[in-house]
């Protein structure tokens, strides 16, 4: 009789766990991806509000890897990914920028189309079996199903916590989590107006005090039909600095920096909210380890166990605009490892 084919089981549906996932079932092989959020894609992300649309996560994507640029192509081919022709000021000259299309959330729809996955459940406890599988389980204890190999494409902080009794027992390497990257939180504001804002451009890149970028998202390529609206962008220094203060603060401080940049008042605000993202921006810090020997790979695995990582805080990005570059390679990458593993089994 055949062995069974192998289980996966993929905790958080960003554009990480989507990529594996989808190079897992693509070679027939059985995946469930877990994520606890409304929407798949982590910061793929569209916010909405009746006729009113924000991409108030990543603002658009940018390429310099080859392969990437090859999925970007697929993306556009199926009508999920447009060039952003709007005019830019303050970004790095040849830097071309795309967005999704209708939104930026169609990216991570189109990756996850025929997967199964489960939303709104949050992972709270992974158990080891005797026998090297693994029993994942929800906050109220109810199992989730029995997998052959676990991917956590969460933030580190959370993987950290889900893998603690594997660090503590010995079968998880402590040096999968002790990396030179700092994940950094970013508060933005997304805001709708009566009119046209007074800009020239419609992408700014700012100093950061407190405003990295603002960006009129109504002017993103199939974004018709609904009012001007605009996503703003705290840099992760001040976001930082208020934490522990009420999101909604922020709002009329953000709207006074667009307004003091554009040295011009703003049109009547006909809706505006702040969202947080915590774990937002993986940064590469300037204080590695010296007692650790630094991998570049961007995703982590380990066959004896079936326990793999994956996310772009393995292989942090340069810039802003490659986050979802850098998900894409670790997830791609990870898929690969776990098809030879499944291949040796």
């Given at each position: 009789?055949?062995?069974?084919?192998?289980?996966?089981?993929?905790?958080?549906?960003?554009?990480?766990?989507?990529?594996?996932?989808?190079?897992?079932?693509?070679?027939?092989?059985?995946?469930?991806?877990?994520?606890?959020?409304?929407?798949?894609?982590?910061?793929c992300a569209t916010r909405r509000r009746d006729e009113l649309a924000f991409d108030h996560g990543a603002p658009a994507i940018a390429a310099t890897d080859g392969d990437f640029r090859w999925a970007m192509r697929r993306w556009m081919m199926g009508a999920a990914l447009q060039r952003w022709r709007g005019s830019m000021q303050g970004f790095p000259e040849g830097l071309r920028l795309f967005t999704g299309t209708p939104d930026m959330n169609a990216i991570p729809v189109r990756l996850g189309a025929g997967l199964d996955i489960a939303q709104r459940v949050e992972v709270a406890r992974i158990e080891r079996e005797p026998d090297g599988g693994w029993h994942l389980h929800d906050a109220d204890g109810t199992?989730?199903?029995?997998?052959?190999?676990?991917?956590?494409?969460?933030?580190?902080?959370?993987?950290?916590?889900?893998?603690?009794?594997?660090?503590?027992?010995?079968?998880?390497?402590?040096?999968?989590?002790?990396?030179?990257?700092?994940?950094?939180?970013?508060?933005?504001?997304?805001?709708?107006?009566?009119?046209?804002?007074?800009?020239?451009?419609?992408?700014?890149?700012?100093?950061?005090?407190?405003?990295?970028?603002?960006?009129?998202?109504?002017?993103?390529?199939?974004?018709?039909?609904?009012?001007?609206?605009?996503?703003?962008?705290?840099?992760?220094?001040?976001?930082?600095?208020?934490?522990?203060?009420?999101?909604?603060?922020?709002?009329?401080?953000?709207?006074?920096?667009?307004?003091?940049?554009?040295?011009?008042?703003?049109?009547?605000?006909?809706?505006?909210?702040?969202?947080?993202?915590?774990?937002?921006?993986?940064?590469?810090?300037?204080?590695?380890?010296?007692?650790?020997?630094?991998?570049?790979?961007?995703?982590?695995?380990?066959?004896?166990?079936?326990?793999?990582?994956?996310?772009?805080?393995?292989?942090?990005?340069?810039?802003?605009?490659?986050?979802?570059?850098?998900?894409?390679?670790?997830?791609?990458?990870?898929?690969?490892?776990?098809?030879?593993?499944?291949?040796?089994?």
């Amino acid at each position: 009789m055949a062995a069974e084919s192998p289980r996966l089981a993929v905790i958080g549906a960003g554009i990480a766990g989507l990529t594996a996932a989808r190079l897992w079932q693509d070679r027939g092989l059985s995946v469930r991806l877990f994520d606890k959020g409304r929407n798949i894609g982590g910061r793929c992300a569209t916010r909405r509000r009746d006729e009113l649309a924000f991409d108030h996560g990543a603002p658009a994507i940018a390429a310099t890897d080859g392969d990437f640029r090859w999925a970007m192509r697929r993306w556009m081919m199926g009508a999920a990914l447009q060039r952003w022709r709007g005019s830019m000021q303050g970004f790095p000259e040849g830097l071309r920028l795309f967005t999704g299309t209708p939104d930026m959330n169609a990216i991570p729809v189109r990756l996850g189309a025929g997967l199964d996955i489960a939303q709104r459940v949050e992972v709270a406890r992974i158990e080891r079996e005797p026998d090297g599988g693994w029993h994942l389980h929800d906050a109220d204890g109810t199992a989730l199903g029995r997998f052959d190999a676990v991917l956590l494409t969460c933030p580190p902080v959370q993987a950290q916590r889900l893998l603690q009794p594997g660090l503590n027992a010995g079968w998880v390497d402590p040096g999968w989590f002790d990396r030179p990257v700092h994940m950094r939180a970013v508060c933005t504001v997304m805001a709708a107006f009566e009119s046209r804002v007074a800009s020239a451009h419609d992408a700014m890149a700012l100093d950061g005090e407190p405003l990295e970028f603002a960006l009129r998202n109504s002017s993103k390529p199939e974004r018709t039909g609904g009012p001007e609206s605009w996503v703003l962008h705290a840099a992760p220094d001040i976001t930082e600095q208020f934490l522990d203060h009420p999101k909604e603060a922020v709002v009329d401080d953000f709207l006074a920096a667009l307004a003091y940049h554009l040295d011009t008042s703003l049109p009547r605000v006909l809706f505006a909210r702040a969202h947080r993202w915590l774990h937002a921006r993986a940064e590469a810090t300037d204080t590695p380890n010296p007692d650790r020997t630094a991998t570049t790979e961007p995703s982590l695995f380990d066959p004896e166990t079936g326990l793999g990582l994956a996310g772009d805080w393995l292989s942090p990005p340069a810039s802003p605009f490659l986050g979802v570059q850098s998900a894409w390679l670790s997830g791609r990458h990870m898929g690969k490892r776990l098809r030879t593993w499944a291949r040796s089994r």
